[in-house]
Protein backbone atom coordinates (compact mmCIF):
# COMPACT_ATOMS: atom_id res chain seq x y z
CA UNK A 1 0.00 0.00 0.00
CA UNK A 2 1.41 3.26 -1.04
CA UNK A 3 2.23 5.66 1.78
CA UNK A 4 -0.83 8.52 1.94
CA UNK A 5 0.11 11.79 0.70
CA UNK A 6 -3.02 13.77 1.17
CA UNK A 7 -3.39 13.63 5.10
CA UNK A 8 -5.67 15.66 7.57
CA UNK A 9 -2.93 17.45 10.00
CA UNK A 10 -5.75 18.56 12.51
CA UNK A 11 -9.18 20.09 12.66
CA UNK A 12 -11.52 22.33 14.98
CA UNK A 13 -15.50 22.50 15.59
CA UNK A 14 -16.68 25.61 17.34
CA UNK A 15 -18.81 24.74 19.85
CA UNK A 16 -20.89 26.57 22.18
CA UNK A 17 -20.74 30.52 22.23
CA UNK A 18 -18.71 30.55 19.17
CA UNK A 19 -15.04 32.30 19.43
CA UNK A 20 -13.21 34.87 17.81
CA UNK A 21 -10.65 33.04 16.26
CA UNK A 22 -9.53 29.51 15.23
CA UNK A 23 -5.43 28.69 15.56
CA UNK A 24 -3.66 25.39 14.01
CA UNK A 25 -0.48 25.46 15.96
CA UNK A 26 2.48 23.91 15.71
CA UNK A 27 1.77 23.30 11.61
CA UNK A 28 4.10 20.21 10.41
CA UNK A 29 7.21 20.99 8.30
CA UNK A 30 6.88 17.76 6.46
CA UNK A 31 4.33 18.82 3.48
CA UNK A 32 4.63 20.61 0.51
CA UNK A 33 1.35 21.99 0.80
CA UNK A 34 -1.64 22.82 3.04
CA UNK A 35 -5.02 22.51 2.01
CA UNK A 36 -7.64 24.53 4.55
CA UNK A 37 -11.50 23.75 4.37
CA UNK A 38 -13.29 25.93 6.25
CA UNK A 39 -17.48 25.77 6.81
CA UNK A 40 -18.37 29.07 8.58
CA UNK A 41 -20.81 31.11 10.22
CA UNK A 42 -20.22 34.62 11.52
CA UNK A 43 -21.95 36.35 14.80
CA UNK A 44 -23.15 39.20 12.79
CA UNK A 45 -26.43 39.97 10.81
CA UNK A 46 -25.10 40.24 6.98
CA UNK A 47 -22.36 37.90 7.63
CA UNK A 48 -18.65 39.05 7.83
CA UNK A 49 -15.16 38.07 6.62
CA UNK A 50 -12.84 35.51 8.82
CA UNK A 51 -9.34 36.52 7.93
CA UNK A 52 -6.30 34.74 7.61
CA UNK A 53 -2.91 34.81 9.56
CA UNK A 54 -0.05 33.19 9.93
CA UNK A 55 2.56 33.18 12.63
CA UNK A 56 1.06 35.40 14.84
CA UNK A 57 1.75 37.97 12.39
CA UNK A 58 -0.73 40.32 11.19
CA UNK A 59 1.46 42.53 8.63
CA UNK A 60 2.34 42.48 4.89
CA UNK A 61 -0.78 40.88 4.19
CA UNK A 62 -2.79 41.79 0.89
CA UNK A 63 -5.66 40.37 -0.58
CA UNK A 64 -7.18 40.65 -4.20
CA UNK A 65 -10.58 39.58 -4.79
CA UNK A 66 -12.87 38.36 -7.53
CA UNK A 67 -16.52 38.38 -6.05
CA UNK A 68 -19.92 37.87 -7.77
CA UNK A 69 -23.07 38.35 -5.93
CA UNK A 70 -27.19 39.13 -7.68
CA UNK A 71 -25.86 39.85 -11.00
CA UNK A 72 -22.90 41.79 -10.35
CA UNK A 73 -19.06 40.70 -10.66
CA UNK A 74 -16.39 43.05 -9.01
CA UNK A 75 -13.10 43.19 -7.79
CA UNK A 76 -11.69 45.10 -5.23
CA UNK A 77 -7.79 44.75 -2.98
CA UNK A 78 -7.39 44.56 0.41
CA UNK A 79 -4.52 46.17 1.47
CA UNK A 80 -3.55 44.01 4.35
CA UNK A 81 -5.92 41.48 5.35
CA UNK A 82 -6.48 38.08 3.35
CA UNK A 83 -10.26 37.80 3.55
CA UNK A 84 -11.72 34.24 2.69
CA UNK A 85 -14.37 35.72 2.02
CA UNK A 86 -17.85 36.73 3.40
CA UNK A 87 -19.68 33.78 5.46
CA UNK A 88 -23.21 33.49 6.03
CA UNK A 89 -24.33 35.42 9.04
CA UNK A 90 -27.17 35.55 11.42
CA UNK A 91 -29.66 36.42 9.02
CA UNK A 92 -29.17 33.80 6.99
CA UNK A 93 -31.26 31.01 7.49
CA UNK A 94 -30.74 28.26 10.24
CA UNK A 95 -27.74 25.88 9.67
CA UNK A 96 -26.61 28.11 6.52
CA UNK A 97 -22.95 28.07 6.38
CA UNK A 98 -20.19 29.67 3.98
CA UNK A 99 -17.40 27.64 2.96
CA UNK A 100 -13.87 28.26 1.45
CA UNK A 101 -11.06 26.03 0.02
CA UNK A 102 -7.95 27.81 0.98
CA UNK A 103 -4.72 26.60 -1.07
CA UNK A 104 -1.15 27.04 0.26
CA UNK A 105 1.26 25.48 -1.95
CA UNK A 106 5.43 25.49 -0.54
CA UNK A 107 4.56 26.66 2.84
CA UNK A 108 7.68 25.87 4.43
CA UNK A 109 9.79 27.79 1.93
CA UNK A 110 11.83 31.01 2.61
CA UNK A 111 9.57 32.62 -0.42
CA UNK A 112 6.52 35.04 -0.33
CA UNK A 113 3.89 32.58 1.16
CA UNK A 114 0.86 32.58 -1.94
CA UNK A 115 -2.56 31.62 -0.81
CA UNK A 116 -5.36 30.69 -3.28
CA UNK A 117 -8.88 31.07 -2.17
CA UNK A 118 -12.21 29.72 -3.70
CA UNK A 119 -15.63 30.95 -1.17
CA UNK A 120 -19.22 30.60 -1.74
CA UNK A 121 -22.00 31.22 0.16
CA UNK A 122 -25.87 30.93 -0.14
CA UNK A 123 -29.24 31.41 1.45
CA UNK A 124 -31.73 31.09 -1.17
CA UNK A 125 -32.82 34.76 -0.75
CA UNK A 126 -33.56 37.13 -3.84
CA UNK A 127 -32.22 39.72 -1.68
CA UNK A 128 -29.21 41.65 -2.98
CA UNK A 129 -26.32 40.90 -1.01
CA UNK A 130 -27.67 37.75 0.38
CA UNK A 131 -25.25 35.35 -1.53
CA UNK A 132 -21.97 35.62 -2.66
CA UNK A 133 -19.08 33.82 -4.79
CA UNK A 134 -15.61 34.59 -4.22
CA UNK A 135 -12.32 34.14 -5.12
CA UNK A 136 -8.80 35.62 -3.69
CA UNK A 137 -5.50 35.83 -4.35
CA UNK A 138 -3.66 36.64 -0.94
CA UNK A 139 0.19 37.07 -0.15
CA UNK A 140 2.00 37.37 3.13
CA UNK A 141 5.02 38.60 1.71
CA UNK A 142 7.40 37.01 4.65
CA UNK A 143 10.01 34.41 3.97
CA UNK A 144 9.05 32.27 7.27
CA UNK A 145 8.19 29.17 7.15
CA UNK A 146 4.45 28.83 8.34
CA UNK A 147 4.44 26.77 11.58
CA UNK A 148 0.67 28.22 12.74
CA UNK A 149 -2.46 29.29 10.85
CA UNK A 150 -4.92 31.75 12.46
CA UNK A 151 -8.43 32.40 11.05
CA UNK A 152 -10.09 35.51 12.87
CA UNK A 153 -13.76 36.90 12.76
CA UNK A 154 -13.76 40.39 11.25
CA UNK A 155 -15.47 41.74 14.41
CA UNK A 156 -17.78 39.31 15.83
CA UNK A 157 -17.17 35.90 16.28
CA UNK A 158 -17.17 32.78 14.47
CA UNK A 159 -20.60 30.15 15.75
CA UNK A 160 -21.11 27.38 16.81
CA UNK A 161 -20.70 24.28 14.79
CA UNK A 162 -18.36 26.24 12.60
CA UNK A 163 -15.46 23.71 11.07
CA UNK A 164 -12.04 23.66 10.18
CA UNK A 165 -10.02 21.02 8.48
CA UNK A 166 -6.09 21.51 7.79
CA UNK A 167 -4.56 18.60 5.31
CA UNK A 168 -1.24 18.31 4.41
CA UNK A 169 0.00 17.91 0.54
CA UNK A 170 3.56 15.80 -0.01
CA UNK A 171 4.96 16.01 -3.50
CA UNK A 172 7.03 12.74 -3.03
CA UNK B 1 -7.52 -2.31 6.34
CA UNK B 2 -6.55 1.15 5.43
CA UNK B 3 -7.93 2.89 2.07
CA UNK B 4 -6.06 3.00 -1.26
CA UNK B 5 -4.25 6.28 -1.88
CA UNK B 6 -6.45 8.33 -4.66
CA UNK B 7 -4.58 11.30 -4.67
CA UNK B 8 -0.90 10.41 -5.48
CA UNK B 9 2.16 12.76 -6.62
CA UNK B 10 3.16 11.68 -10.55
CA UNK B 11 5.95 13.65 -10.39
CA UNK B 12 7.71 17.36 -9.35
CA UNK B 13 10.18 19.68 -10.34
CA UNK B 14 11.31 22.18 -8.59
CA UNK B 15 13.54 24.41 -10.40
CA UNK B 16 17.11 25.26 -9.81
CA UNK B 17 17.80 27.95 -12.69
CA UNK B 18 15.60 29.70 -14.44
CA UNK B 19 13.93 27.40 -17.73
CA UNK B 20 11.54 28.27 -20.08
CA UNK B 21 9.51 25.35 -19.73
CA UNK B 22 8.77 22.66 -17.56
CA UNK B 23 7.34 19.32 -19.49
CA UNK B 24 6.10 16.19 -17.74
CA UNK B 25 6.28 13.26 -19.77
CA UNK B 26 5.03 9.72 -19.58
CA UNK B 27 2.26 10.83 -17.86
CA UNK B 28 0.10 7.08 -16.67
CA UNK B 29 -2.88 6.04 -17.28
CA UNK B 30 -4.20 4.45 -14.57
CA UNK B 31 -5.95 7.84 -12.97
CA UNK B 32 -9.31 9.58 -13.68
CA UNK B 33 -8.21 12.73 -13.25
CA UNK B 34 -4.58 15.22 -13.23
CA UNK B 35 -4.22 17.98 -11.37
CA UNK B 36 -1.29 20.02 -11.59
CA UNK B 37 -0.01 22.61 -9.30
CA UNK B 38 2.15 25.57 -9.80
CA UNK B 39 3.88 27.67 -7.81
CA UNK B 40 5.84 29.79 -10.22
CA UNK B 41 7.76 33.46 -10.53
CA UNK B 42 8.57 34.50 -13.89
CA UNK B 43 11.36 36.55 -14.94
CA UNK B 44 9.43 39.08 -17.22
CA UNK B 45 6.29 40.91 -16.24
CA UNK B 46 3.36 40.54 -18.82
CA UNK B 47 3.48 37.21 -19.61
CA UNK B 48 1.05 34.50 -19.09
CA UNK B 49 1.40 30.82 -17.91
CA UNK B 50 0.24 28.75 -20.82
CA UNK B 51 0.33 24.49 -21.64
CA UNK B 52 0.37 22.41 -24.58
CA UNK B 53 -0.62 18.86 -24.35
CA UNK B 54 0.98 15.73 -26.53
CA UNK B 55 3.21 18.23 -28.23
CA UNK B 56 0.15 19.82 -29.96
CA UNK B 57 0.62 23.00 -30.76
CA UNK B 58 -2.11 23.53 -33.86
CA UNK B 59 -4.97 25.70 -33.33
CA UNK B 60 -6.54 22.81 -31.46
CA UNK B 61 -7.71 24.69 -28.18
CA UNK B 62 -10.42 27.21 -26.88
CA UNK B 63 -10.72 28.91 -23.44
CA UNK B 64 -12.87 31.18 -21.55
CA UNK B 65 -11.42 33.60 -19.09
CA UNK B 66 -13.21 34.82 -15.97
CA UNK B 67 -10.41 37.25 -14.21
CA UNK B 68 -10.17 40.48 -11.97
CA UNK B 69 -7.02 43.06 -11.20
CA UNK B 70 -8.23 44.63 -7.76
CA UNK B 71 -10.83 46.76 -9.63
CA UNK B 72 -12.56 45.38 -12.12
CA UNK B 73 -13.61 41.92 -13.30
CA UNK B 74 -13.63 41.08 -17.12
CA UNK B 75 -13.62 37.99 -19.07
CA UNK B 76 -12.31 37.27 -22.35
CA UNK B 77 -12.83 34.00 -24.59
CA UNK B 78 -10.17 32.54 -27.19
CA UNK B 79 -10.87 30.05 -29.96
CA UNK B 80 -8.82 28.43 -32.40
CA UNK B 81 -5.81 28.99 -29.81
CA UNK B 82 -2.37 27.44 -30.28
CA UNK B 83 -2.27 26.13 -26.35
CA UNK B 84 -4.30 26.50 -23.02
CA UNK B 85 -3.92 28.62 -20.42
CA UNK B 86 -2.83 28.26 -16.84
CA UNK B 87 -2.97 31.89 -15.98
CA UNK B 88 -4.55 34.90 -17.81
CA UNK B 89 -2.39 36.68 -20.47
CA UNK B 90 -0.13 38.35 -18.19
CA UNK B 91 -0.89 36.55 -15.10
CA UNK B 92 2.70 35.21 -14.26
CA UNK B 93 3.68 36.85 -11.10
CA UNK B 94 7.45 38.79 -11.04
CA UNK B 95 7.64 39.79 -7.63
CA UNK B 96 6.48 36.46 -5.72
CA UNK B 97 5.44 32.76 -6.38
CA UNK B 98 1.79 32.92 -7.67
CA UNK B 99 -0.83 29.63 -7.00
CA UNK B 100 -2.06 27.72 -9.89
CA UNK B 101 -4.28 24.72 -9.89
CA UNK B 102 -5.46 22.80 -13.10
CA UNK B 103 -7.15 20.22 -13.40
CA UNK B 104 -7.32 17.43 -16.36
CA UNK B 105 -10.85 15.94 -16.46
CA UNK B 106 -10.57 12.12 -17.65
CA UNK B 107 -7.77 12.84 -18.93
CA UNK B 108 -7.04 9.23 -20.15
CA UNK B 109 -10.57 8.39 -21.93
CA UNK B 110 -9.77 8.54 -25.51
CA UNK B 111 -13.62 9.19 -26.98
CA UNK B 112 -13.80 12.59 -25.53
CA UNK B 113 -12.19 15.85 -26.05
CA UNK B 114 -10.47 17.03 -22.67
CA UNK B 115 -11.72 19.75 -20.63
CA UNK B 116 -8.81 21.31 -18.62
CA UNK B 117 -10.05 24.33 -15.86
CA UNK B 118 -7.73 26.24 -14.28
CA UNK B 119 -7.75 28.65 -10.97
CA UNK B 120 -4.93 31.38 -10.59
CA UNK B 121 -4.23 33.52 -7.50
CA UNK B 122 -1.34 36.63 -8.15
CA UNK B 123 -1.65 38.88 -5.41
CA UNK B 124 1.21 40.69 -6.72
CA UNK B 125 1.05 44.20 -7.45
CA UNK B 126 -0.72 44.48 -11.01
CA UNK B 127 -1.56 40.58 -10.24
CA UNK B 128 -5.22 39.14 -11.04
CA UNK B 129 -7.47 36.07 -9.43
CA UNK B 130 -7.92 34.51 -13.25
CA UNK B 131 -10.84 31.17 -13.34
CA UNK B 132 -10.19 29.55 -17.24
CA UNK B 133 -12.04 27.05 -18.70
CA UNK B 134 -9.30 25.06 -21.77
CA UNK B 135 -11.01 22.83 -24.10
CA UNK B 136 -8.63 20.61 -26.02
CA UNK B 137 -10.39 19.36 -29.28
CA UNK B 138 -8.50 15.75 -29.48
CA UNK B 139 -10.03 12.77 -28.04
CA UNK B 140 -6.25 11.15 -27.78
CA UNK B 141 -5.54 10.21 -23.78
CA UNK B 142 -2.86 12.80 -22.24
CA UNK B 143 0.21 11.71 -22.32
CA UNK B 144 2.63 14.34 -21.75
CA UNK B 145 1.99 18.43 -20.61
CA UNK B 146 4.59 21.20 -21.77
CA UNK B 147 4.29 24.25 -19.25
CA UNK B 148 5.79 27.24 -20.23
CA UNK B 149 5.84 31.37 -20.66
CA UNK B 150 4.65 33.00 -22.78
CA UNK B 151 7.72 35.35 -22.45
CA UNK B 152 10.81 35.12 -20.01
CA UNK B 153 11.39 32.11 -17.64
CA UNK B 154 10.43 30.06 -14.33
CA UNK B 155 12.79 31.72 -11.94
CA UNK B 156 14.90 29.30 -9.54
CA UNK B 157 12.59 27.93 -6.99
CA UNK B 158 9.87 28.11 -8.68
CA UNK B 159 7.83 24.62 -8.31
CA UNK B 160 5.81 22.20 -10.18
CA UNK B 161 3.83 18.91 -9.42
CA UNK B 162 1.42 16.68 -11.22
CA UNK B 163 -0.94 14.42 -8.48
CA UNK B 164 -3.39 11.70 -9.98
CA UNK B 165 -6.61 11.22 -8.88
CA UNK B 166 -8.10 7.21 -9.11
CA UNK B 167 -11.60 7.44 -8.88
CA UNK B 168 -11.23 3.69 -7.27
Redesign the interface.
Same mark, same amino acid.
Given at each position: ??????NLIASQVVGAGGVSSVTFSSVPQSY??LLLKVSGRMNTSGGEYIQLSFNGVTTNL? @? &???Y?YTTN?????DSSVIGLGIFNGTSSQPNTFGIADV????YT?S??K?????MINENNSSSTNSAYQY??? @? &?W?AGSAITSITLTAQTTSILQNSTFYLYG???? | MASAQTYTPIATQTIGSAVATVTFNSIPQTYTDLVLICNPEGSASGNGIILNVNGDFGSNYSDTMLRANGSAASSVRQTNNSCANISNLSGLPTASFGTYETHFMNYSNSSIYKTILSRGSNADSGGGVDVIVNFWRNTNAITTILVSTTGGNFMTGSMFTLYGIAAA
Open positions: MATSTYTDN @G &LNLGASSYRYIPNSNYSVSVDLTA @G &LSIKNS | -
